[in-house]
């Protein structure tokens, strides 16, 4: 070996190991902020990316229209029966709160399910660029009143917790990152279980840590334990797909569909304060 | 296929104008965050920085690809934010990759290129995908490679034909103003 190449391998091995080194220290922390430099770099760039989303989001509809008015009498159509059929629904539901009001009455129980929040609309302005990681920028920030691990809802479903805060924009991490962990459980069965990401451009999770002696269907509705403190208890998450055993043995874990179209986030919520006696624990009895 | 002279000499390389790949750079990556969520198949995006590195790299060498594709990818980590070094790393591996193709095949065609795109492209993801198990995240494989790695090389590679030619041109016509 000359010395001309063992001065270029050790230059490269200096610049990976610093590569490596700089990347073990930017691992971003949950409870921390975001590096400085790189949300003021974020910050210069997202008067340009708003402009852009927004024109691509027109051009998408102009080029979506007759592709959608084509389909739309069948839709609506197919949407008119569907809400004679929600609204007898409806009123079946109503039934039950009454009862379950007067039930709880007798009870004494403290409501768990009485959430109000305050919620507080945002519009996505842009994405990760690739396609491992699923994060979304936000045009609310720290000035809007929006904090580190405050939860994110679309209309549909849960989206996914803000990590970092500047300003005017925030930074939400999605539920099908791989970073992400949501405390849930089955609704009908009541199981408990991590929902975890997968993968950024799957737009899927999965639910992990499931008891083995569970028995789950696909199809089944899950939704947010409370566990964790970051979530408010029983938003929805998503539905059961294959449930599978962990390699372990000890669980089985099941994919994940999320209620709300991860991939195609326009606009989503922040629940900025759950009010009180919302999603507390239990008492009485 | 084999060409025994690189087309193109090592002597035009230092003329290519860096700013000018940086700010292409920086354009490439607000587009990728923005208007590319739109044209996306199956939730994939294609990777626009990595198909500028990885056809420069490819007509200009080994030392330049791999300097480019470690500028993109610091660039890009700085504006996505946490783990500096990921992308920086893999753009690194892929745009040295593209240049020791350049270096062994025949640069003026396209279906080379496409080709070549298609490997760097399927090794740099692979590359980040060590890195990300390095920083303790946990991608399943059949998630990684079945979902984001080929798809994305695939994806990527589909585009080259749209600018492979405008690259070519572009470098070829600084050989000529030397």
Known sequence: ?285 | MFFPEPVLHRKEVKDVPFLILLLLLAGTLILQTTVLDYVDVLGIKPDLIMLIVVLNGFLLGTREGAFLGYTAGILEDLFAGGYIGLNALSKMAAGYLAGMAGLRLFRENTLIATGVVFISSFAGNSVYYILLSIVGIKVPYFYAFFRVIIPVAVYTSLLTPLIFRRIFRFVQLKDRDI
């Open chain 1, 1 to 285: 070996m000359s010395w001309a190449t063992a001065k270029r391998l050790f230059c490269l091995f200096v610049l990976v190991a610093v590569t490596l080194w700089a990347m073990h220290i930017t691992v971003p922390d949950a409870a921390e902020q975001a590096p400085v430099e790189s949300s003021r770099l974020r910050d210069v760039l997202a008067p340009m990316q708003k402009g852009l989303t927004w024109l691509s989001r027109q051009a998408h509809f102009v080029v979506s229209l007759p592709v959608s008015m084509y389909r739309a009498a069948e839709r609506n159509q197919a949407l008119e029966q569907e809400v004679a059929s929600l609204k007898s629904q409806l009123v079946r539901q109503n039934e039950y709160i009454l009862e379950n009001q007067r039930l709880s009455a007798l009870l004494a129980y403290k409501q768990v399910m009485e959430q109000e929040y305050d919620l507080m609309a945002a519009s996505v302005i842009a994405r990760d660029p690739g396609n491992w990681f699923a994060t979304v920028k936000i045009n609310r920030g720290s000035r809007d009143g929006v904090q580190e691990n405050m939860a994110v809802l679309s209309p549909e479903g849960l989206v996914g917790r803000v990590v970092s805060v500047s300003p005017s924009y925030s930074e939400v991490l999605l539920i099908s990152d791989p970073r992400s962990g949501v405390g849930a459980l089955v609704q009908e069965t009541r199981t408990p279980g991590i929902v975890e990401g997968t993968l950024g451009g799957s737009g899927m999770a999965r639910m992990i840590h499931i008891p083995k002696n569970s028995v789950l269907e696909e199809g089944q509705t899950v939704v947010t334990s409370g566990l964790g403190s970051v979530f408010p208890k029983g938003i929805p998450v998503g539905t059961l797909g294959k449930v599978r055993d962990e390699p372990t043995g000890l669980f089985q874990s099941a994919e994940v569909k999320p209620f709300a179209n991860l991939e195609k986030l326009e606009e989503v919520f922040i629940i900025m304060n759950v009010l009180p006696g919302a999603g507390s624990s239990p008492e009485g009895g």
